[in-house]
Nanobody
């Protein structure tokens, strides 16, 4: 059974850093792309960053230069290093996995709160 489990969220002050982790179970991790999305209260879910099976990354403009996505295929893990956090980064951050022609899976999310 495919499952994604996020961790690492919490409360941080403006300018602080957090590292989110997403552990993947029951998928062929090496073949899948991975992504981080976020949803702030009252807003729609939005893309934060993605990383392909080959390690190519994409970022939303609002996190470029501050967030870094990475993956460890040996551990079936994907990470999101978040620096210079702002109050507007407050959201539920969720992990997503997919591959062409395959199923999409989501994690439950981990909450990030940035205080001003």
């Amino acid at each position: 059974q495919a499952r994604l489990v996020e961790s690492g969220g919490g409360l941080v002050h403006t300018g602080g850093s957090l590292r989110l982790s997403c552990a993947a179970f029951g998928i062929n991790f090496d073949l899948n792309s991975m992504g981080w999305y976020r949803q702030a209260p009252g807003n729609q879910r939005e893309l934060v960053a993605t990383i392909s099976r080959g390690g190519t990354t994409t970022y939303a403009d609002f996190v470029k230069g501050r967030f870094t996505i990475s993956r460890d295929n040996a551990k079936n893990m994907v990470y999101l290093q978040m620096n210079s956090l702002k109050p507007e980064d407050t959201a539920l951050y969720s992990c997503k996995t997919w591959r062409t022609g395959g199923p999409i899976h989501w994690g439950q999310g981990t909450m990030v709160t940035v205080s001003s």
